[in-house]
């Protein structure tokens, strides 16, 4: 089993910075992939950010690309999501998920992640 736990959630103005973090525990060796998704009401889970553990490639979905970085630190296991110059549409909940055996051109559908965090909630007041 593998468990995944976010913080970082804040509320803060549009054009602020906030760093999320996405600890990971237990059975950490068979993850191929880390992603951050968020979650409007009322809306599905749509993807942000994906990061590959074998060549550390990142992904990033258009709206939040040259803004937000996805990063790992192996030792502190650890991922984390970099979010600059914030929009007001950038609030919502954040969630962290962890695969095995992941396909890069799937890295956006949440049915390719097999653990997922609770999430952590950014609110962005414009």
């Known amino acids: 089993q593998v468990q995944l736990v976010e913080s970082g959630g804040d509320s803060v103005q549009a054009g602020g910075s906030l760093t999320l973090s996405c600890g990971v525990s237990?059975?950490?060796?068979?993850?191929?992939?880390m992603g951050w998704f968020r979650q409007f009401p009322g809306k599905e889970r749509e993807a942000v950010a994906a990061i590959y553990t074998g060549d550390n490639t990142t992904y990033y979905t258009d709206p939040v690309k040259g803004r937000f970085a996805i990063s790992r630190d192996n030792v502190k296991n650890t991922v984390y999501l970099q979010m600059n110059s914030l929009k007001h549409s950038d609030g919502a909940m954040y969630f962290c998920a962890a695969g095995r055996g992941c396909y890069d051109t799937s890295w956006h559908r949440p049915t390719m992640y097999n653990y997922w965090g609770h999430g952590t909630q950014v609110t962005v007041s414009s």
């Open positions: 237990g059975y950490t060796s068979v993850i191929d992939c």
